[in-house]
Nanobody, 121 residues
Framework: VQLQASGGGLVQAGGSLRLSCAAS????????MGWYRQAPGKEREFVAA????????YYEDSVKGRFTISRDNAKNTVYLQMNSLKPEDTAVYYC???????????????WGQGTLVTVSS
């Protein structure tokens, strides 16, 4: 599985962005998908995950209620809608894939390149 993330940019605090991740391969719909982020000087951290069917989602506590992960299996694409952005959301965001949401939350098998999100105060 190859992953290509896009949609990052500069936004003011309180604003919104939507990240997209296009996946190659015929088996996209069988994978759980997710997003990680890495802020400057910090370790990479889990942000969100979604089961292969889209019926279950998981979030890191600091983004619950603000971020929404979704997927379109017909388009081989996963999204991360980010609302009410805060300066502390500034990071490089990575799209990931794994055989289960448990794997996505701990040891994703596949990583895309990152897309930078900068939130100004």
């Amino acid at each position: 599985v190859q992953l290509q993330a896009s949609g990052g940019g500069l936004v003011q605090a309180g604003g919104s962005l939507r990240l997209s991740c296009a996946a190659s391969g015929r088996t996209f719909s069988s994978y759980a998908m997710g997003w990680y982020r890495q802020a400057p000087g910090k370790e990479r951290e889990f942000v969100a995950a979604i089961i292969w069917s889209g019926s279950s989602t998981y979030y890191e506590d600091s983004v619950k209620g603000r971020f929404t992960i979704s997927r379109d299996n017909a388009k081989n694409t996963v999204y991360l809608q980010m609302n009410s952005l805060k300066p502390e959301d500034t990071a490089v965001y990575y799209c990931v894939a794994g055989r289960s949401t448990g794997a996505v939350k701990t040891t994703p098998a596949y990583w895309g390149q990152g897309t930078l999100v900068t939130v100004s105060s």
